[in-house]
């Protein structure tokens, strides 16, 4: 077993940095919704794309401590390599979700 403090580091930051990625996010979509004659829909899309970050802030940590896992115990990589690279994959995978999270936030709250 490795020492846990390269995947606590690595989870940490990827955790932070998809929260960072999350409000630019929900930023992006409040000007994408700027024109929705419904606040309803608005807020629904929202609620929608909100729900949808935080649940890929926890999924994206679940992938992070795996992979830095994975790497350290069962490749035996660098500890610094290892924690770049899962950072680096957990937070674009993430950024990715989010980006999805807004389309599926617009189309499920009926917005077209």
């Known amino acids: 077993m490795p020492n846990k403090t390269p995947i606590t580091v690595s989870v940490i930051l990827t955790v932070i940095l998809l929260i960072l990625v ?39 940590g679940i992938f992070s401590r795996w992979l830095a896992k994975l790497l350290l115990v069962k490749f035996n990589w660098n500890q610094f390599l290892a924690v770049a690279v899962t950072v680096i994959l957990g937070t674009g995978l993430g950024a990715v979700l989010s980006f999805l999270s807004i389309i599926v936030g617009t189309l499920a709250a009926g917005i077209k």
């Open 22 to 60: 999350a409000i630019v996010s929900m930023f992006g979509q409040v000007v994408l919704l700027n024109g929705v004659i419904s606040d309803s829909q608005a807020t629904t899309a929202l609620g929608i794309g909100i729900g949808c970050n935080g649940v890929t802030i926890i999924l994206a």
